[in-house]
C-alpha cells in the first residue's frame, strides 16, 4: 500500500523563525512529489519535483528532493504569521487507470507574532 | 492554471438524504479527481473521473454511494447518497492541468464543498 508521512504532525515558531517539513514516502511507480499549503478549504499548489537534488525555490519557501532516500523536505525562512497554515505533501503514482496523488496527513505550522 | 468552481459551497442535510455536488472548469481537462477531507484529516480521494467513461473508485468508496458523472470535459458532478453523519466533510474536486506551472501531474482544487449530516 503507497503510504506518505509527514513530520512533525504540528509545530508552533514566532515570526522571523525557520522551519523545516519533512515528508517521506514509500509508493510504487513513483512518478513526483508536491507541496501543497492549505489555509480554508482548498488546497493551494507550491511545488512540484520530480529530479533528486534540485532546489525548487519560490520567495521564501524551498523545496528538495532525495530519491534514494525516498524523503523531501520544505523550508520556509523568516517566516511570517501569513504562513500559519496545513502544509500537505503528496506523492504522484500511476498505476492502471492513469495517474492520482497520495496525500500525507500535513504538517499543521501556526506561526506567533 | 485551471479555473474551478463548486456548487453548493456549503450544505447542512438530513440523514438518509442524498446531495449533488457540482464541479465546474474553465476549459477542457481530461483528469477529474474527487476527494474527502473529514475533520481533522488529510485529503482521501474517493474517485477518478475521466469523461466517456466510468469513474475509478479507491478501495473503500463504492458507486452505489457515492455516484459521479462525468458528461463532458468541463463538468462532473459527485452524489453523496443516503447521507449519514460521518460524510459529514468537506468534498473536493480538482482536475489535472498540464499546462499548469507544475506540469504534469500537479493537481488545481476547487473551493470546496462542506457538508454537515445531522
Known amino acids: 500500500e503507497d503510504k506518505v508521512v509527514q513530520s512533525p504532525l504540528s509545530l508552533v515558531v514566532h515570526e522571523g523563525d525557520t522551519v523545516t517539513l519533512n515528508c517521506s514516502y514509500e509508493v510504487t511507480n513513483f512518478r513526483s512529489l508536491l507541496w501543497y499549503k492549505q489555509e480554508k478549504k482548498a488546497p493551494t499548489f507550491l511545488f512540484m519535483l520530480t529530479s533528486s537534488g534540485i532546489e525548487k525555490k519560490s520567495g521564501r519557501l524551498s523545496s528538495i528532493l532525495d530519491k534514494k532516500e525516498l524523503f523531501s523536505i520544505l523550508n520556509i525562512t523568516a517566516t511570517q504569521t501569513g504562513d500559519s497554515a496545513v502544509y500537505l505533501c503528496a506523492v504522484g503514482v500511476s498505476w492502471e487507470y492513469g495517474n492520482k496523488l497520495v496525500f500525507g496527513a500535513g504538517t499543521i505550522l501556526r506561526v506567533k507574532s | 492554471s485551471a479555473v474551478i468552481s463548486q456548487k453548493p459551497s456549503r450544505d447542512i442535510c438530513q440523514r438518509g438524504t442524498s446531495l449533488t455536488i457540482q464541479c465546474q472548469v474553465d476549459s477542457q481537462v481530461t483528469m477529474m479527481f474527487w476527494y474527502r477531507q473529514q475533520p481533522g484529516q488529510s485529503l482521501t480521494l474517493i474517485a477518478t473521473?475521466?469523461?466517456?467513461?466510468?469513474?475509478?473508485?479507491e478501495s473503500g468508496f463504492v458507486i452505489d454511494k457515492f455516484p459521479i458523472s462525468r458528461p463532458n470535459l468541463t463538468f462532473s458532478t459527485l452524489t453523496v447518497s443516503n447521507m449519514s453523519p460521518e460524510d459529514s466533510s468537506i468534498y473536493l474536486c480538482?482536475?489535472?492541468?498540464?499546462?499548469?506551472?507544475?506540469?504534469?501531474?500537479?493537481?488545481?482544487f476547487g473551493p470546496g464543498t462542506r457538508l454537515t449530516v445531522l
Open positions: 473521473a475521466n469523461q466517456g467513461s466510468e469513474a475509478t473508485y
Open positions: 480538482s482536475v489535472e492541468d498540464a499546462r499548469a506551472r507544475g506540469g504534469t501531474d500537479t493537481q488545481y
